[in-house]
């Protein structure tokens, strides 16, 4: 019968997927196995030198220093900006989905950071938090306290300060995709919430954040990933810097395994990267799960 | 089907493989800024027209270049010429990817300056293309407003630091010293003239150990550390844009800024000198970088590789490049270099200077070893250790890496 799968796999069928087959296979399978296999040599870049040497990569990695750093420093980053984004893009996606005029204008004003190229971000906002910048003046007139040398040269706060400019940049775009999962609530279920004189605070526990549950498990997840990616900051605004307080793990990688070419002791710890990525998407889900059931 | 069959026959010549003829000589480097790219694309042409080789031009920039290099070449492929930093050569030559020039060079040995950084385990393996040293730039207007008579020039540590101190002294948003901060393949090169000035060797006789830890060390490092206290630690380009809004008495820089400055109308006055030395009458070393022509080793064409390096060098070649970057340096001593009047004073100091300026050490794992000296260097920076222990710290993570090689 034309039409009805019949459940066998043909040649055709093959050819039709080769594309997408040989796409997986060179640019995503192989990567991920050379990386694998190249985390047990030493392989140098240059020469093209190395051979086998067990688990030594990953085990200089767990004593060396600048490494530890950037594992705290990715985690930090994590905790540090994840609660803060997802917060914002629910009370933007809660306020912009209201009827109210210039919606619109708002959406696209809060949604417009996630547009610009990251490197345009961090280069004005390396300017920002210079000596004698914006928010040096700003904190100055408000009596606040900051570093003289700038955010980005005290090992205190230069983290913060890119945390301050991703949770920026982010927000926006988590919000459109709130705005999305917002607007396919019933109305009718506010409209009955409403009868029975639930009021806002209700209809947010209530109704709202129940219903927002599968998206925030999707941003949850989305955006720890790509927060344990975090490098175009780093690598524009300071270098892993001052003293490694910026360093992160993608960082580390790019100057273990593209600067100083110690490929072999670049690819382990990127392999870390990916099973610390894995386990913490796992966890996250099966909370969000549990806390579903 | 005879269609069929034409396509697929020139499909099957195109593939096939025989000696290649007319193949275009691939030359990556790094200017893409509209002063001298014209030029890059003119000494291109010249050498299309006087060789009859087609010349295939690659940009490259300073924050990824080295990156893509090594890939290129580390496929066996790669262009068949490439512009390198100086601290560069060594690393590409011990991994065997440079073709060794060494008896290639002819005549071009006698008329290029500063070839050290080319050579590599007494082979030669780069051409000189451009020099660059740095010098010391002075605020006159802010020195005037110290109290320092109009012709006071700062020649020795003493003086720069007691001219700085003064300076820093003038007002918030005035500093005497422009330092930098713990800035990637920068920082470096403003310790080590220093270092060297205070009579310092980097490395021990057979290279198996730095020598930071030493007297020259610890006196350069402290030296430092004070410049930074009586100024402004920041990255080298907002140093210079400091400078150029008046508000640094001091800052070391290179060619660039004199152009930088001269575009800009300043409000104050400027003057350039040698890097001052430890004690009266001593000599101030500075640094000195520079690019470097090097061919591939699996390039197809390494006779016409070659007659590139010595068409780019030619004077009348250098004379362009060297006018187009605004360098005061040329790298041919035959060259018939002259300058604007105006600016033969100032292009007479870095002349001076480029005679008492070094080059960092010729070794393949140099990327490593300043990457452990900036970092023990920030460390006294941020007072996280004494100078001695930074120091110490650099000699002892640098000695394994050292020793790895001196194996080899």
């Not at chain 1, 954040?209 to 300071?238: A, D, G």
């Not at chain 2, 020598?211 to 210079?240: C, K, M």
Request: with cysteine.
């Amino acid at each position: 019968m034309r039409g009805v799968s019949t459940g066998r796999f043909r040649g055709s069928d093959l050819l039709m997927l080769s594309p997408w087959l040989a796409t997986l296979l060179l640019f995503w399978l192989f990567p991920v196995a050379a990386s694998l296999v190249l985390s047990f040599t030493d392989y140098q870049l240059l020469s093209g030198q190395g051979g086998f040497v067990g688990f030594d990569n990953f085990t200089a990695l767990f004593s060396d220093q600048t490494f530890v750093r950037a594992v705290i420093n990715t985690l930090l980053f994590t905790v540090g900006t994840l609660p803060f984004t997802i917060a914002f893009a629910i009370l933007l996606a809660i306020f912009v989905n209201r009827n109210l005029p210039f919606k619109t204008f708002f959406q696209s004003v809060y949604f417009f950071p996630s547009i610009v190229s990251l490197v345009v971000v961090a280069l004005i906002y390396s300017t920002l938090y210079a000596r004698g910048g914006y928010i040096q003046m700003i904190l100055g007139m408000l009596g606040i306290p900051y570093p003289a040398e700038g955010f980005l040269f005290s090992e205190a706060t230069a983290l913060p300060a890119i945390m301050a400019m991703d949770v920026w940049m982010s927000t926006g775009y988590y919000m459109l995709l709130f705005v999305a999962a917002l607007q396919s609530i019933p109305q009718e279920l506010y409209d009955a919430a409403a009868l029975e004189g639930a009021g806002a605070w209700h209809r947010l526990k209530a109704i709202t954040l129940p219903h927002l549950k599968p998206m925030l498990l999707f941003v949850l997840v989305l955006n720890t990933i790509k927060s344990f990616q975090i490098f175009v900051e780093v690598f524009v605004m300071t270098k892993g810097g001052p003293l490694n307080s910026t360093m992160t793990i993608v960082y580390f990688v790019y100057e273990e395994g593209l600067h100083k070419f110690n490929i072999g002791y670049g690819a382990a710890a990127a392999n870390i990267l990916f099973i610390l990525i894995a386990i913490i998407a796992w966890m996250e889900m099966k909370l969000v799960q549990e806390r579903q059931a | 089907m005879r269609f069929g069959f034409a396509i697929l026959a020139l499909i099957v010549a195109g593939c096939a493989s025989g000696p290649k003829t007319n193949v275009p000589l691939v030359w990556w480097q790094f200017w893409t800024n509209p002063e001298v790219r014209p030029v890059i694309t003119q000494l291109a042409s010249s050498f299309e027209t006087a060789t009859q080789n087609k010349v295939e031009l690659g940009d490259l920039t300073w924050s990824d270049g080295h990156e893509k290099i090594a890939i290129a070449l580390s496929t066996g492929g790669g262009p068949d010429v490439i512009e390198l930093g100086s601290d560069w050569v060594a690393e590409f030559a011990a991994s065997g990817r440079l073709l060794d020039l060494t008896d290639q060079l002819g005549g071009l040995r006698d008329s290029l300056l500063m070839w050290e950084p080319g050579i590599y385990r007494d082979r030669m393996y780069a051409v000189p293309w451009m020099l660059r040293t740095r010098m010391l730039f002075c605020n006159r207007t802010l020195l005037d407003s110290a109290g320092y008579p109009a012709d006071f020039v700062p020649t020795t540590w003493s003086e720069l630091l007691e001219a700085s101190r003064r300076i820093d002294k003038l007002g918030e948003d005035v500093y005497g010293f422009g330092s930098n901060s713990a800035e990637r393949h920068r920082l470096y090169k403003k310790y080590l003239p220093f270092f060297w000035s205070a009579g310092g060797e980097v490395f021990n006789a057979n290279a198996t150990q730095t020598q930071f830890g030493t007297i020259a060390g610890r006196a350069s490092l402290d030296f430092y550390l004070l410049l930074s206290a009586n100024g402004i630690v920041e990255t080298q380009s907002r140093i210079e844009e400091y400078f150029a809004g008046g508000k640094v008495g001091f800052v070391i820089s290179g060619e660039w800024l004199v152009g930088k400055l001269n575009r800009a109308e300043l409000p104050f006055e400027y003057f350039v000198t040698v890097m001052p030395s430890v004690e009266p009458g001593g000599t101030g070393i500075s640094f000195a970088g520079g690019e470097y022509l090097v061919v591939n080793q699996s390039s197809q064409n390494p006779g016409a590789a070659v007659a590139l390096l010595r068409h780019l060098t030619m004077p009348e070649n250098d004379r362009l490049f060297t006018t187009a970057t605004g360098s005061y340096t040329p790298v041919n001593r035959f060259t018939a270099f002259t300058t604007d009047s105006a600016l033969a004073t100032t292009a007479a100091v870095f002349q001076r200077q480029i005679g008492d300026s070094r080059s960092t050490p010729v070794h393949p794992a140099w990327v490593a070893i300043e990457e452990i000296l900036e970092r023990g260097i920030e460390q006294a920076l941020y007072n996280k250790m004494s100078s001695q222990e930074a120091l110490d710290m650099i000699d002892r993570e640098t000695a394994p890496i050292l020793q790895k090689y001196a194996r080899r």
